[in-house]
């Protein structure tokens, strides 16, 4: 795919005679990075597929520079300083993924740095990867002068020692230790990933600061308890009760508590404590909280105290209706039915995000979508490649002015208006007459080059 629809705007990086600038895909919206060197890519479109390895987009080589289009995002940041403790495992994996997936795809990236190290969230990407990078001697590049893949996994080691730092586990010390030997002695990059996917994943420890709500207070008691269970009992300390000579006088000695009255005119509180309470008489029969529906009603007649007894009225005698109880196959269909429908929301939400990503927002954001003329043109002589189509005039309410460049030909070329177009095309020191099309009557044209006129 070629490069040149794609708009360079501020540089990204300089590394010697390799210059990254950011761009922009006029077609999408979306931000790319673009890399300008010496020689010829080492990756094409679909060459190298990655999780943690920026896709390649586009590559062209004229025969002298090589130019390559990545995807890039601008939430991802490079890494210039030590990562913090929770994020080293993250890291690890992530590059070393990547370095996995390059060396199965046979390709050496041959300058990995820190700042080749991008990071959004828990997430990494390796940047660089298909670029024809001139070595450059740093504390980062392996012994060995040639790129190589023993190579780049020194320096992505030599990297992480540097971004991992403080917080690097011992295991994880142990094996970047063994990258940085002989180039023969190196792990292999698929041997890296799978010790590194292998290690535990880092344990959580108790908060030392006080909780702040009652599911805190939970939480913390509940951890407390495990460790309790976890770890034996200790038996309580045994305190020394105090001899009989050690112990306190008795309260009757003491001179700050009153002496109890054993003698006076008072009265004696012994015939109340030997009384004896009547029970409350209760009715036999009698409930103090009837159930709902129950009156009580009193009977007599026969000489006898009238007693009351329950009666319940006619509404209260009638039976209650069940709950509703649906059945196992009637839970069932209803939860395929609920499930159907949220497929049915969640497709026609995507379909209206692809459809306002694709075309709403086709030629940049807030502009809305525009109507596309495709016109084949062909090119005399038939041998020329990546001739320029320039145009000359354009029709009112047209967003591609006169000297714009509308594509790369022969091929396809998109207009955007219907009506008379005026159109050159040129290749170096060629140039063609300016031919005369009308959209949409017509659509395939064919244009000639020719020799400037001499002076």
Known sequence: MSVVRYQTQA?????????????????????????????????????????????ILASSYDGKE??????????????????????????????????????????????????????????HLIEGYGVRWIPQRSSYSPPEPSPSYAGDVFSWAK???????????????NLLSRCLGEPEARPLANELYQAIAAWPPPKTTIPTTAPTTAFDQFDLELSLS???????????????????????????????????????????????LR????????????????????????????GRPAAPILAFSPAARKPREAPIDLGQRERAY?????????????????????WR????????????????????????PDDLRQVRLVVVESPAGSRLRPGNEVATVPGPAVLDR??????????????????????????AITITLREPDAP
């Open 226 to 272: 495990d460790d309790l269970l976890a770890t034996p009992f200790s038996q309580p300390p045994v305190v020394a009760r105090p001899q009989p000579s050690e112990r306190e006088p008795l309260a009757a000695a003491r001179p700050d508590r009153p002496e109890l009255r054993t003698a006076g005119d008072f009265p004696s509180a012994e015939p109340l």
């Open 357 to 380: 990503q694709g075309f709403g927002n086709a030629l940049g954001p807030g502009i809305n979508p525009v109507v596309r003329f495709i016109v084949n043109v062909g090119v005399e």
């Open 11 to 55: 540089i990204y990086a300089q590394h010697g005679p390799v210059t990254t600038h950011q761009g922009l895909d006029p077609l999408t919206g979306l931000p790319v990075l673009l890399y300008t060197f010496p020689g010829k890519p080492l990756l094409g479109v679909g060459d190298l597929a990655s999780d943690n390895i920026p896709g």
């Open 66 to 123: 090589g130019q390559l289009v990545v995807a890039y995002s601008r939430q991802y940041q490079p890494l210039r300083q030590p990562v913090e403790a929770d994020g080293v495992l993250p890291l690890l994996l992530d590059s070393a993924r990547a370095l996995r997936d390059a060396a199965e795809a046979g390709v050496v990236h041959g300058d990995l740095r820190p700042e080749r190290f991008l990071r959004a969230g828990q997430h």
């Open 159 to 173: 990297s992480l020692l540097f971004l991992c730092g403080p917080h690097l586990p011992a295991e994880a010390g």
């Open 334 to 354: 209803r939860r395929l039915v609920l499930l159907a429908l949220l497929l049915v929301l969640a497709t026609g939400l995507a379909f209206l995000a692809f």
């Open 275 to 302: 009384k004896k309470v009547a029970p409350e008489p209760e009715t036999p029969g009698f409930v103090k909280m009837p159930p709902p529906g129950a009156t009580y009603r009193t009977v007599s007649g026969d």
């Open 418 to 443: 219907a009506g008379l177009w005026r159109l050159q095309a040129r290749f170096q020191n060629l140039t063609s007459e300016v031919v005369v099309v009308r959209v949409p009557d017509e659509r």
